[in-house]
């Protein structure tokens, strides 16, 4: 009898505890960029240059005030470590911003979309062979290619349909800021000659001296007729 009770006493325990209520969800609350890599961890250059460049304001402000979608590339701390020592201070404010911008995608890729991309991609930074970023695609690898750097996917860090973080383990260094800037182009022959024509039309004019001329000459015939005065007046 006792047994009995004991086992309807257990048996009851255990339904009241499965039809307990759930865990309730983590409240709802604006996407911030730097607070999710933050929670991931390793990112810690990357977020000091996000708050540096305010670039964190600018994504945080796309994603909560519009539907853009976003992705980003986010460089691991050892990825940052593996560049030449002095390089991000080398360059300057603007290009540490054009650095990060380099890294985000204003559109949202999920890893299956990297496969239909098309190449090049455009990033925040711009596009052009000077900020060229190229995404391609083999098995279930992700390369990304920017002509300085070759690097892979090596995970997703976060995703929720408006934003995909992943992370990369080498910097994506764009050739714009991290090589020399082609020099000016030098002027065509056509231009050369317009500009010798133009000279030729407009012949240097030499300065009019007649009035210092009659000047020193009137001078000259006062001094002189002083002189005379003198002669006589001594004579």
Request: glycine fraction near 6%; charged fraction near 15%.
């Amino acid at each position: 009898m006792v047994a009995k009770f004991l086992l309807f006493f257990l048996l009851h325990c255990t339904t009241t505890l499965a039809q307990g209520p759930a865990a309730a969800p983590a409240p709802a609350g604006p996407t911030n960029v730097t607070k999710i890599l933050e929670k991931a961890g390793q990112f810690t250059v990357f977020i000091r240059l996000l708050k540096a460049t305010q670039e964190d304001v600018t994504l945080n402000g796309q994603l909560n005030n519009t539907n853009n979608g976003i992705t980003m590339f986010a460089p691991s701390d050892s990825a940052f470590q593996s560049l030449k020592t002095g390089t991000l201070n080398s360059i300057n404010d603007q290009e540490k911003a054009e650095l990060v911008q380099f890294h985000i995608i204003p559109t949202y890729l999920s890893s299956s979309q990297f496969q239909t991309v098309s190449n090049p991609v455009t990033t925040q930074a711009g596009s052009g062979d000077r900020f060229q970023l190229n995404i391609t695609t083999t098995g279930n690898s992700v390369n990304i290619s920017t002509g300085l750097t070759n690097t892979s996917v090596s995970g997703a860090v976060y995703t929720d349909g408006q934003l995909a973080v992943y992370q990369v383990d080498k910097v994506l260094l764009p050739i714009d800021i991290f090589t020399p800037k082609p020099p000016a182009p030098a002027p065509s022959p056509e231009t050369l000659k317009k500009k010798k024509a133009k000279s030729a039309e407009s012949p240097v004019v030499p300065k009019d001296i007649s009035g210092a001329v009659n000047f020193i000459a009137s001078n000259n015939v006062v001094f002189f007729g002083v002189g005379i005065v003198s002669a006589i007046l001594s004579w």
